[in-house]
T-cell receptor, first 114, second 112 residues
Framework: DSGVTQTPKHLITATGQRVTLRCSPR?????VYWYQQSLDQGLQFLIQ???????AKGNILERFSAQQFPDLHSELNLSSLELGDSALYFC?????????????FGPGTRLLVL | LAKTTQPISMDSYEGQEVNITCSHN???????ITWYQQFPSQGPRFIIQ???TKVTNEVASLFIPADRKSSTLSLPRVSLSDTAVYYC?????????????FGTGTKLQVIP
């Protein structure tokens, strides 16, 4: 158990819909990262937040957005969903924003868009 | 931003030592090298991290040459349960804006 929790575990929805994925980092960790993993691709970094502020952006679509709240939990919002958005979405956390960035990953949310 | 390159897949028999090499030619001075293991439908799990020379823990060893343009993860005496994807990650040490990039991952298949 990494200490990172993600909800829900599974999500099935239809194209055009909007969903919100939630992540709670390990106690004391200030950074939260979001990743997408499709069947045919490796881990794709989406976005990082550190202590409530956006720190880095990766291959995140404009239809996707994220935020980190004062209690440090984070939400990833996916809108206008397409079939290709079906994937595993992982959240990871780390203590700081750069120093010794060991990331601890949550169990993931499996999203299926029908 | 250092890009990493790894072999796509490797096969090994049980009990053998496995070495997986990751190339990161553009590694920056403040970048650390980290390896993760991922089983199907699970999040990646931290294995080992290093900056230079050699690092060893109870799971693996990490060899980093002086120029730091590559690194080798060494798994001693692998078992079937080591079948997984292994990711090499290169990321900055200090704060500020940063991006974290995973390599393509190496799919290790351990054969009985």
């Amino acid at each position: 158990d990494s200490g990172v929790t993600q909800t829900p575990k599974h999500l099935i929805t239809a194209t055009g819909q909007r969903v919100t994925l939630r992540c709670s980092p390990r106690s004391g960790d200030l950074s939260v990262y979001w990743y997408q993993q499709s069947l045919d691709q490796g881990l794709q970094f989406l976005i990082q937040y550190y202590n409530g502020e956006e720190r880095a952006k990766g291959n995140i679509l404009e239809r996707f957005s994220a935020q980190q709240f004062p209690d440090l939990h984070s939400e990833l919002n996916l809108s206008s969903l397409e079939l290709g958005d079906s994937a595993l979405y992982f959240c990871a956390s780390s203590a700081g924003q750069g120093r010794e960035e060991t990331q601890y990953f949550g169990p993931g949310t499996r999203l299926l868009v029908l | 931003l250092a890009k990493t390159t790894q072999p796509i897949s490797m096969d090994s028999y049980e009990g053998q030592e496995v070495n997986i090499t990751c190339s990161h030619n553009n590694i920056a001075t403040n970048d650390y090298i980290t390896w993760y293991q991922q089983f199907p439908s699970q999040g990646p799990r931290f294995i080992i991290q290093g900056y230079k020379t050699k690092v060893t823990n109870e799971v693996a060893s990490l060899f980093i040459p002086a120029d730091r343009k590559s690194s080798t993860l060494s798994l001693p005496r692998v078992s079937l349960s080591d079948t997984a994807v292994y990711y090499c990650l290169v990321g900055p040490l200090e704060g500020g804006y940063q991006k974290v990039t995973f390599g393509t991952g190496t799919k290790l298949q351990v054969i009985p």
